[in-house]
């Protein structure tokens, strides 16, 4: 577990420092590379113009969807990003739920945590704030967020079920979980399944859907959703040719009250 942690740091530490270069994710592969999911995040995800404004491109974005669109959040609400990156999502949040909310984002890299500070250091936004630590053992008391979103990193943590319980410990009653990750939709080959690199490219840790619903469900959330919304196949996202499926799903679920 230790290895595949350390295999991912490393690699989005790399990832972070290319960023800061001026690179975009697509220069390497990663969640939102070109060569790797599904292409660089789009205009179908997020809307330019909230970008924009935030002072950031596209490619800040190494997730596989937008889970802030996915959440729907309200002015005053506190959100938490598991494995925040590059800080997007914490900032499009931070706007969103405004001055009198907050939101915090979680990464284990310091290079990710860096640039995200620099990020809202140029998006001039004071209510968010990134935390060291892994989604593991999450560094903020129980009941404390309204919202917990994540944007393609379940899936690189080797003990889901840890990640997903630690989701529940944090969210008051009634807060909700909304998820943009990798799914498994046919098994891969055994090969890429070991393969520390496409460990860390958001491949080889993908579970199948019924894997995934269980281990929110047994996390204790109620009500979970989780809907396919782009499927890769042999020779796309990563795959080798031969066999496999992987797809970008949306998870949704709450805390019940
Ligand atoms: C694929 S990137 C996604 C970043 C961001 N969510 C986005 O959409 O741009 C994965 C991020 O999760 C972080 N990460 C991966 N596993 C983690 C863990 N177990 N604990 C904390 N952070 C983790 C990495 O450092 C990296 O910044």
């Known amino acids: 577990m230790d290895t595949i942690r350390e295999s991912v740091r490393a690699k989005y530490a790399e990832t972070a420092i290319?960023?800061?270069d001026g690179g975009s994710c697509c220069d390497t592969s990663c969640c939102g590379g070109s060569d790797a999911i599904s292409g660089p995040i789009g205009e179908e995800e997020y809307s330019r113009a909230d970008v924009a404004d935030l002072g950031?491109?596209?490619?800040?974005?190494?997730g596989c969807g937008n889970p802030t669109a996915l959440a729907q959040l309200h002015p005053g609400e506190i959100v938490l990003d598991l494995g925040s990156g590059a800080g997007l999502d914490?900032?499009?949040?931070?706007?969103?739920?405004?001055?009198?909310?907050?939101?915090y984002g979680v990464d284990m890299t310091d290079e990710m945590l860096a640039l995200a500070n620099e990020n809202m250091s140029r998006a001039g936004v004071a209510?968010?704030?990134?935390?060291?630590?892994?989604?593991?053992?999450?560094?903020?008391?129980g009941s404390a967020?309204?919202?917990?979103?994540?944007?393609?990193?379940?899936?690189?943590?080797a003990d889901k079920s840890a990640v997903l319980k630690e989701a529940f410990r944090v969210l008051k009653p009634g807060g909700r979980l909304a998820v943009s990750d990798m799914v498994e939709l046919e098994p891969l080959p055994a090969r890429v399944k070991t393969a520390m690199d496409a460990w860390a490219g958001c491949v080889a840790g993908t579970i199948p859907v019924d894997a995934y619903r269980a281990a929110v469900s047994g996390a204790g959330f109620d009500g979970v959703e989780i809907e396919i919304t782009n499927s890769f196949g042999p020779g796309e996202a990563g795959l080798p040719d031969g066999s496999g499926k992987i797809a970008s799903a949306f998870i949704r679920a709450s805390k019940p009250l």
């Open 18 to 20: 290319t960023l800061r």
């Open 127 to 141: 209510n968010a704030t990134f935390l060291k630590g892994t989604i593991e053992d999450i560094p903020l008391p």
């Open 56 to 62: 950031l491109s596209l490619g800040a974005s190494l």
């Open 145 to 157: 967020v309204d919202v917990v979103i994540s944007n393609c990193v379940i899936n690189l943590a």
């Open 90 to 103: 914490v900032l499009l949040s931070a706007r969103r739920v405004g001055p009198g909310g907050h939101a």
